[in-house]
């Protein structure tokens, strides 16, 4: 072809999707947070971001409920002072954990230390077997089925009770004191207390189920609020998904709802049933949680303390 009749235009003249304005402004170590996150490009994830933090503060400042739910890792990575901070702050107003969640704050709790070595611990048949988390694990169950207070709350009770050494890092702890949901999702063989001999599926198929009540119970009087998904890649997407259906079923219609998901990979479940299916609007996040989560607790400050 030849190409000398191609049609052209000024550079001036072209709609620019980036502009020099939304560049980023690097900012000297000694400057506040506040201005190291002014200061981020305004695109792409700082624009979700920024846009997240905002309907956060938007919906503490408006008396919403916030509610964390999150996978094992969130623990495991050194991240869970950021959400009791947030928790202490009256930001997040709910909590929902998967079951590895739940033991490795628990853990947390108990010795100051979580996670094993899967590879050995399995090769010598020993992988899972620790006797102290099996056994608060079975007596939490069924504490938590014959008082009718779920799996969570029984746990937090028993963490305060018994006057666990780190209580004061633990999710289910802090949830107690404050009185607010801490809900604790289980599928049966799934985690390592299942495998105790003392576990019984009946008083931990009871217990989860009292906190899947407690979970949509908190979903219905989610309207103008946050839910956060972070971490987890197929249980609790599920068990929101299951809990917005159940609040609409009941006449509650959860309306002008924000949700989000941050995850190291982006994954089917959170991203449909997160953020697209349910929400008004939904923001997606990738990234490393020991980096993506202090991240979204400053940025929340941050827009909460922005003049309004």
Known sequence: MDLSAVGTRPLAGRPHLVRIADAGTPTLPSEPLAAFLGSLPDVLAVRELRALSRHVAAAHAGGHGVAAAMGGHVVKTGCAPYVIDLIRRGVVTSVHMAGSTAIHDWEIAACGGTSEDVAKGLGEG???????????????????????????????????????????????????????????????????????????????????????????????????????????????????????????????????????????????????????????????????????????????????????
């Not at 259906?245 to 989000?260: F, I, K, M, Q, S």
């Not at 349910?278 to 989560?293: D, K, N, Q, V, W």
């Open 126 to 308: 020993i992988y899972g077997m620790t006797d102290d988390t099996g056994r608060a694990f079975s007596a939490a169950a069924e504490r938590g089925a014959r008082e009718g207070i779920g799996l969570g709350r029984a746990l937090g009770l028993g963490i305060v009770e018994a006057g666990l050494r780190h209580a004061s890092g633990s999710l289910l702890a802090e949830c107690a004191l404050r009185g607010i949901p801490c809900t604790v999702h289980v599928a049966i063989g799934t985690d390592t207390v299942h495998m105790h001999p003392a576990a019984t599926g009946a008083a931990c198929g009871e217990a989860t189920h009292i906190d899947f009540r407690i979970a949509c119970t908190v979903v219905s009087k989610l309207a103008h609020g946050v839910w956060l998904n972070l971490g987890s890649a197929v249980l609790l997407p599920e068990v929101f998904l299951k809990a917005v259906t159940v609040a609409r079923n009941t006449g509650n219609p959860v309306e002008d709802l924000t949700t989000a998901n941050l995850d190291m990979l982006p994954h089917y479940r959170p991203s449909t049933n997160v953020v697209k299916r349910p929400p008004a609007r939904g923001f997606s996040l990738t990234g490393h949680h020991e980096i993506m989560i202090p991240l979204l607790r400053a940025a929340v400050l941050a827009a909460m303390e922005a003049p309004k």
